[in-house]
């Protein structure tokens, strides 16, 4: 079994370097921006609460957001192995996640960073926003606050995961297939 974080700020490509890598790998795909989306759409009591924070471009609280996806986790007792998408974003989610793997008798395999120039990613983000209708990609503000939190709040992970010698990056800059070709390089060696 194994368990892949994919890691990369806003518009990296995660969500579609994912749908390749999901398919090759055989592995369960969980993204929590997809999820919190999903709950939005149906307008649960879930998406109430997170859109609160999604639509400044901050980060769902950590109680939340872990709680939803362990038991996203526990809706694939079969699965062969998860990628994680989106999660985690803080260090008390990273801890929470290999706590919750342990007690299954499972662990992070290792994380891949999708690295790429933040003047390139807003300008993508804008982009997407014309078409996407998530009103986070559709603000240049918003999009920074996103940077921000990432800058803050996620980018200190990649140092836990490289304490565990379990990170790896690859360059996110080039078509989608050159980027999936690097993805598959070190997928293919764990
Ligand atoms: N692990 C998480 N912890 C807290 N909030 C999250 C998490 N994952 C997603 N979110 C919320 O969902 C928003 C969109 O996430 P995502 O779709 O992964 O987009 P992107 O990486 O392009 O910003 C985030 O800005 C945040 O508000």
């Given at each position: 079994m194994i368990n892949i974080v994919l890691f990369g700020k806003p518009g990296a490509g995660k969500g579609t370097q994912a749908e390749f890598l999901k398919e090759k790998y055989n592995l369960t795909h969980l993204s929590t921006g997809d999820i919190f989306r999903f709950n939005i759409k149906n307008d649960t009591d879930l998406g109430k609460l997170a859109k609160t924070y999604m639509d400044k471009g901050d980060l769902v609280p950590d109680e939340v957001t872990i709680q939803m996806l362990q038991s996203e986790v526990d809706k694939n007792?079969?699965?062969?192995g998860f990628l994680f998408?989106?999660?985690?974003?803080t260090l008390a989610q990273a801890e929470a996640l290999d706590k919750f793997l342990e007690s299954k008798d499972q662990n992070i395999t290792a994380t891949v960073a999708l690295e790429a120039d933040d003047n390139i990613l807003v300008a993508r983000l804008l982009e997407r926003g014309k078409t996407s209708g998530r009103p986070d990609d559709q603000d240049e503000e918003k999009i920074r606050n996103r940077y921000d939190e990432y800058n803050q709040k996620t980018a200190p992970l990649m140092d836990y995961y490289k304490a565990q010698g379990k990170f790896h990056s690859v360059n996110?800059?080039?078509?989608i297939l050159e980027v999936n070709e690097r993805l598959n390089q070190i997928f293919d060696k764990l």
């Open positions: 007792p079969h699965s062969a998408d989106g999660f985690p974003r996110g800059i080039g078509t």
